[in-house]
T-cell receptor, first 112, second 113 residues
Framework: EADIYQTPRYLVIGTGKKITLECSQTMGHDKMYWYQQDPGMELHLIHYSYGVNSTEKGDLSSESTVSRIRTEHFPLTLESARPSHTSQYLC???????????FGPGTRLTVT | QQQVKQSPQSLIVQKGGISIINCAYENTAFDYFPWYQQFPGKGPALLIAIRPDVSEKKEGRFTISFNKSAKQFSLHIMDSQPGDSATYFCAASMNSGYSTLTFGKGTMLLVSP
């Protein structure tokens, strides 16, 4: 079983608040990813990282930002939450030269 | 532009039946085709994957069929069980994993008892 953790699992927050979604993995994987997924819908890649100090934007434009200061940690930040940010956010990781991605359980974010 | 097209969007199968989900891709540079299974409230998990040098891969009740010339691949679930009820995503990648995964839109499978 993959050791990738996301906190919080559920978050309800008001418009305009700054939030940080946490993602940590204990597998030593260099690559990490953030996906946005509406319930039962396709996954949209919003950010990824090849390793420490590396961050890239994904296919879906996002107002969020990420950082990668430590290998095991890949937090996602929304400076000013809006109702349009309401979604599920999934974190994943993989080794650099392999295909398989391991997903965390997700954070379900609701912005009121 | 969607590079991986998945169908059907939803599927209902009776217990013991065969579930079939199809995907088509456009980019001939793709060289890895996984299927992910996602239960409600969970993240997706790798179910089975195939490379284009083989036409079929079987793991238990799950089989991937791959047609390189047609640029299509499909997931077959034999003897479908209620516990298989989940959302299934096909995906594709290239460059030995250095690129990212491109996912299909997902198929919600319900296996009725």
């Amino acid at each position: 079983e993959a050791d990738i953790y996301q906190t919080p699992r559920y978050l309800v927050i008001g418009t305009g608040k700054k939030i940080t979604l946490e993602c940590s993995q204990t597998m030593g994987h260099d690559k990490m990813y953030w996906y946005q997924q509406d319930p039962g819908m396709e996954l949209h890649l919003i950010h990824y990282s090849y390793g420490v100090n590396s961050t890239e934007k994904g296919d879906l434009s996002s107002e969020s930002t990420v950082s990668r200061i430590r290998t095991e940690h890949f937090p996602l930040t929304l400076e000013s939450a809006r109702p349009s940010h309401t979604s599920q956010y999934l974190c994943a990781s993989s080794e650099v030269s392999t295909y398989e991605q391991y997903f965390g359980p997700g954070t379900r974010l609701t912005v009121t | 532009q969607q590079q991986v097209k998945q169908s059907p969007q939803s599927l209902i199968v009776q217990k013991g039946g065969i579930s079939i989900i199809n995907c088509a891709y456009e980019n001939t540079a793709f060289d890895y085709f996984p299927w992910y299974q996602q239960f409600p409230g969970k993240g997706p998990a790798l179910l089975i994957a195939i490379r284009p040098d083989v036409s079929e891969k079987k793991e238990g009740r799950f089989t991937i069929s791959f047609n390189k010339s047609a640029k299509q691949f499909s997931l077959h679930i034999m003897d479908s069980q209620p516990g298989d009820s989940a959302t299934y995503f096909c995906a594709a990648s290239m460059n030995s994993g250095y690129s990212t995964l491109t996912f299909g839109k997902g198929t919600m499978l319900l296996v009725s008892p």
